[in-house]
């Protein structure tokens, strides 16, 4: 007997033909799944979508788009315990990277169809869910000005190229950080990062090198240099640590774990959450261990 699955698919995500893109999938799953396939609008979202799936019974939700279209869906799956198929088709593709997914349409339905069941932390920011990240200072600026044309030309580059370009116009900002049991308050900041889990391409989240995502804790990361020529030491410093694995080693970097915590800046600052610009600060982020079940590919 055929499982059964709800695929929601994003037709305006990616750079490729999303009518083949939606073909290639079907011809993929379609022999060992029912699909029944849902597809994002203007009006509808992937949020709702999944919602009502869950509200009809689904045993398992498929999505097809981009990081946003995937954060949305998974957010009507924190603490179902229904298992969240991913198929990336977006321009950085952090969600399938930070969890270890495949971001191929090929591997990413292999793994839909012979992986196995993960159970990693979600959070929310503000009320509003996080499975990724949230940042504020020059991890939202680069969000902000990494234009539609880019995305599609240079992919996950865009993102680094409209922060390149904000280094020269870097704006310092006063933070303060609370958590349960401390308070920290940095003059200078340029960039304060909260992530839930961050692939290694997520620079001003890897402070510690290493966002664990099931570990039930919060990865704050504090960039704060003393101008345009030392954040862009301190971010090749935060790739170079983050691709072997160390943490950090700069007095212009900072960062710690927790399961909560509050940022409030002045002037207040953007906050850009799993992609997307949601306001401004201050926020307030706590994590929820164990909130969201993935479909990742199976230990060889």
């Known amino acids: 007997m055929k499982r059964s699955a709800c695929l929601i698919?994003?037709?305006?995500?990616?750079?490729?033909?999303?009518?083949?893109?939606?073909?290639?999938?079907?011809?993929?799953?379609?022999?060992?799944?029912?699909?029944?396939?849902?597809?994002?609008?203007?009006?509808?979202?992937?949020?709702?979508?999944?919602?009502?799936?869950?509200?009809?019974?689904?045993?398992?939700?498929?999505?097809?788009?981009?990081?946003?279209?995937?954060?949305?869906?998974?957010?009507?799956?924190?603490?179902?315990?229904?298992?969240?198929?991913?198929?990336?088709?977006?321009?950085?593709?952090?969600?399938a990277r930070a969890l270890g997914i495949p971001d191929t349409l090929e591997a990413a339905c292999q793994t839909i169809l012979n992986g196995c069941n993960r159970v990693v932390d979600a959070?929310?920011?503000?009320?509003?869910?996080?499975?990724?990240?949230?940042?504020?200072?020059?991890?939202?600026?680069?969000?902000?000005?990494?234009?539609?044309?880019?995305?599609?030309?240079f992919g996950t580059l865009a993102y680094i190229l409209g922060g390149l370009k904000q280094l020269w116009q870097m704006e310092f900002f006063e933070a303060r950080i609370e958590t349960e049991d401390k308070v920290i308050t940095v003059l200078n900041a340029a960039a304060v990062t909260v992530a839930n889990a961050a692939p290694v391409t997520s620079i001003l989240a890897q402070g510690p090198a290493a966002v664990i995502a099931d570990d039930g804790m919060l990865d704050i990361t504090i960039v704060a240099p003393a101008n345009a020529a030392a954040a862009i030491g301190a971010g090749f410093h935060l790739l170079k640590t983050a691709q072997q694995g160390i943490a950090v080693e700069r007095s212009d970097i900072g960062y710690f774990r927790d399961r909560s915590v509050k940022v409030t800046t002045e002037p207040p600052q953007k906050v850009a959450l799993d992609g997307e610009l949601i306001g401004t600060t201050p926020v307030e982020i706590e994590c929820i261990p164990g909130g969201l079940t993935i479909l990742v590919p199976k230990l060889t």
Not at 37 to 55: G, M, N, Y
Not at 56 to 79: F, H, N, P, Q, Y
């Open 9 to 95: 698919h994003n037709p305006v995500a990616g750079q490729g033909d999303s009518e083949a893109d939606l073909q290639r999938i079907r011809t993929l799953l379609e022999l060992d799944i029912d699909l029944d396939i849902r597809l994002t609008t203007k009006e509808v979202d992937a949020d709702q979508l999944a919602r009502a799936a869950v509200k009809e019974g689904a045993s398992t939700i498929i999505v097809s788009g981009g990081d946003g279209t995937l954060s949305a869906a998974a957010s009507a799956l924190v603490r179902s315990s229904i298992p969240l198929g991913v198929i990336s088709r977006g321009t950085a593709n952090a969600f």
């Open 123 to 153: 959070a929310r920011c503000n009320n509003q869910p996080m499975m990724l990240l949230a940042g504020m200072g020059l991890g939202a600026k680069m969000v902000e000005h990494s234009e539609r044309t880019a995305k599609n030309r």
